[in-house]
C-alpha cells in the first residue's frame, strides 16, 4: 500500500531535490525582475510539520515526479465539508481555503483555494491517470495538472505538473 502523501512529501523534501536548475546565471535587467518575482516554493519537513491541515485524506501537486509538493491539500469525504491546503509563497507557508464544499471529493477533481492574498485553481489536464511502472497503488493516481497562482494586482502563473490525491 502506498505510503500516505504526507510521509511521502517528508521523504522526498529528506532527498534533497529543489526542482530547481543549479548554476543558472543571474539575469540582468526588465527579465531579472520578472524572474525573482514570488513563485511556489517547495514544502520542507518543516514546513508540513509547522502546518498541521485537518483532513484524512490529502491531494498534493509537484512540479515533476519525485519532487517535494509545491501545494499540500486535506479535507474529509463529506459533501457539506471544505478543505484546506498549505503552500509556501515568498519565503512564508501559507493556509488556504477550498473555495464551496464537496470535502475531498472537491478538492481531488481540481478546485479552487484561496487565502492569504493568494488564489489557487488546480485542474486536471488529462481524464486518465499517468501510468505508472511498476504500478504502485490504484488508490492514489496522478494526474497531469495545472495549477494556477493569482495574485492581486499580477499577473497569474500557470505551473504545470502533477496531481496526486489519495489515503
Do not use: H, W
Amino acid at each position: 500500500m502506498r505510503i500516505a502523501i504526507l510521509a511521502t512529501a517528508l521523504a522526498l523534501t529528506a532527498c534533497g531535490d529543489t526542482g530547481e536548475p543549479a548554476g543558472e546565471p543571474a539575469a540582468t535587467g526588465q527579465a531579472a525582475a520578472v524572474e525573482r518575482a514570488p513563485t511556489l516554493e517547495e514544502l520542507g519537513e518543516a514546513d508540513l510539520a509547522d502546518t498541521a491541515l485537518e483532513g484524512e485524506l490529502a491531494c498534493a501537486f509537484r512540479r515533476t515526479e519525485g519532487a517535494a509538493p509545491i501545494f499540500l491539500g486535506r479535507g474529509n469525504v463529506l459533501e457539506d465539508a471544505g478543505a484546506e491546503a498549505a503552500v509556501k509563497y515568498g519565503g512564508s507557508v501559507r493556509r488556504l481555503a477550498m473555495e464551496g464544499t464537496g470535502g475531498y471529493d472537491a478538492m481531488a477533481d481540481g478546485a479552487r483555494f484561496s487565502g492569504e492574498g493568494l488564489t489557487l485553481t488546480i485542474a486536471r489536464t488529462g481524464d486518465a491517470p499517468i501510468a505508472e511502472e511498476p504500478q504502485v497503488a490504484m488508490e492514489s493516481p496522478v494526474y497531469p495538472a495545472t495549477l494556477t497562482v493569482t495574485v492581486p494586482g499580477e499577473t497569474g502563473q500557470v505551473i504545470e505538473g502533477l496531481f496526486e490525491c489519495g489515503p
